[in-house]
């Protein structure tokens, strides 16, 4: 695609619901980035994938989160049992191969848990 | 801990002004620094810096880096109201890893 894609662009869930995020990277790129921005701050580093395999998840801030990519390009950050200080804007980003590369950021999902 | 700091946090200036954005870090195995600009949603790349004491430049917009001292600066002349925006500084460590600064919002007023 021509950019990365997320969706939903926004979610509200109540508390203690499971939620799925979707990141659909830009075509080759075989970098893929999860990060959470919460008002006025600076993304927050979730999980890094390369390829198939999560490079460095060292983010993640409790067993509820977990990041897939079983393909190697579309990835799903899944929420388990929601918290209202998980409200953030989740943002998802790509890189053609990690190293050399910028990343290349989608417009974020809005999760509001009520 | 890996660590990356911005100053000021927030700034407001007049059109026409010139700024300087600071950004210092703190990281094991640095392999580059990056800014961005995020307006509404997604942020948008500036620059990558990976040597000391190369500006790059991109019309009114440059930056450069100092690995000695830890820093880097990146610089907006005759700031237009569409400069209004947050400034993100990353930094890139040999793992990959992407570690972001608060950010330094900026206001440009008419």
């Known amino acids: 695609g021509a950019g990365v894609s997320q969706t939903p662009s926004n979610k509200v869930t109540e508390k203690g619901k499971y939620v799925e995020l979707r990141c659909d990277p830009i075509s080759g790129h075989t970098a893929l980035y999860w990060y959470r921005q919460s008002l006025g701050q600076g993304p927050e580093f979730l999980i890094y994938f390369q390829g198939t395999g999560a490079a460095d998840d060292s983010g993640l801030p409790n067993d509820r989160f977990f990041a897939v990519r079983p393909e190697g390009s579309v990835s799903t950050l899944k929420i388990q049992r929601t918290e209202r200080g998980d409200s953030a804007v989740y943002l998802c980003a790509s890189s053609l191969d990690g190293s050399g590369s910028p990343l290349h950021f989608g417009n974020g999902t809005r999760l509001t848990v009520t | 801990e890996d660590k990356v700091v911005q100053s000021p946090l927030s700034l407001v200036v007049h059109e026409g002004d010139t700024v300087t954005l600071n950004c210092s870090y703190e990281?094991?195995?640095?392999?580059?620094l990056l800014w961005y600009k995020q307006e509404k949603k997604a942020p948008t790349f500036l620059f990558m810096l990976?040597?000391?004491?190369i500006e790059k430049k991109s019309g009114r917009l440059s930056s450069i880096l100092d690995k000695k001292e830890l820093f880097s600066i990146l610089n907006i002349t005759a700031t237009q109201t569409g400069d209004s925006a947050v400034y993100l500084c990353?930094?890139?460590?040999?793992?990959?890893?992407?570690?972001f600064g608060p950010g330094t919002s900026l206001s440009v007023i008419p």
């Open positions: 990281v094991t195995n640095f392999r580059s």
């Open positions: 990976t040597s000391s004491g």
């Open positions: 990353a930094v890139k460590t040999s793992y990959d890893k992407v570690i």
